[in-house]
């Protein structure tokens, strides 16, 4: 694990991925191999149904999942998403999301992860995905 703060990973992610600081994405802890992350709810991440909108859920994963990476790695800005796949599995509330992203294998050339979203302690969706990292 990088020396990095949640602060400094939310503002290399901020700087680089416009969708997540337009939603106001934040890492709010991180440990060995994981990131924590919340995006705050906002009504115009509904949907049709009062539920929040699956690209809602997908832009916190994978931004989750780049938050994890960069904790591990330092600052990559380099590594992008190579395989993403997501299971909606509850309803969220129209509340804040919380994200658990956990590198599974960090290789040389790829890095393989889980995340788990929450919305008010219920799980409501697990994503998986590869991140490629950059050459040399």
Not at 13 to 28: C, L, P, R, Y
Request: proline share 4%.
């Amino acid at each position: 694990m990088s020396s990095t703060t949640p602060e400094q990973i939310t503002q290399w992610i901020n700087d680089s991925v416009g969708t997540a600081q337009d939603n106001g994405f934040k890492v709010v802890a991180l440990r060995p191999l994981e990131a924590d992350c919340i995006l705050p709810y906002q009504q115009s991440q509904l949907r049709a149904g009062g539920t929040l909108s699956g690209p809602t859920m997908m832009t916190l994963a994978d931004a989750a999942m780049y938050a994890a990476v960069l904790s591990h790695y330092g600052k990559q800005l380099l590594a992008v998403t190579q395989d993403f796949s997501i299971h909606f599995l509850a309803k969220p509330s129209q509340n804040n999301l919380q994200a658990n992203a956990k590198i599974i294998k960090a290789g040389k050339r790829s890095v393989v992860l889980t995340v788990h979203i929450y919305s008010q302690d219920n799980l409501v969706a697990l994503a998986t995905g590869t991140y490629a990292m950059p050459t040399k």
